[in-house]
Nanobody
């Protein structure tokens, strides 16, 4: 069984920064894909950023240049550094991983990010 534990969400003023973390534990030996998604009120969940095992990254246009995704393979952890936050970044953020070998997808429980003055 694999568990994902997210942390780092909260309330921040526009222009501020937050760093999200997502740590995977349990019966997982390698991680192929790691990504961050978000669901804003009244909208569908969307991909924010992703990173492959080789380090290739991808960002949605709305966050490119403001957000940075990174991973620590030794800790099975993925991070999302969010700078210059805007009110439209307010959402529940979820991490997703895809394991190597079986290519099974796992989701975190979600962490709330609220950008407001």
């Amino acid at each position: 069984q694999v568990q994902l534990v997210e942390s780092g969400g909260g309330l921040v003023q526009p222009g501020g920064s937050l760093r999200l973390s997502c740590a995977a534990s349990g019966r997982i030996f390698s991680i192929n894909y790691m990504g961050w998604y978000r669901r804003a009120p009244g909208k569908q969940r969307e991909l924010v950023a992703s990173i492959t095992s080789g380090g290739s990254t991808n960002y949605v246009d709305a966050v490119r240049g403001r957000f940075t995704i990174s991973r620590d393979n030794a800790k099975n952890t993925v991070y999302l550094q969010m700078n210059s936050l805007k009110s439209e970044d307010t959402a529940v953020y979820y991490c997703k991983i895809i394991s190597g070998g079986t290519y099974t997808a796992y989701w975190g429980q979600g962490t709330q990010v609220t950008v407001s003055s």
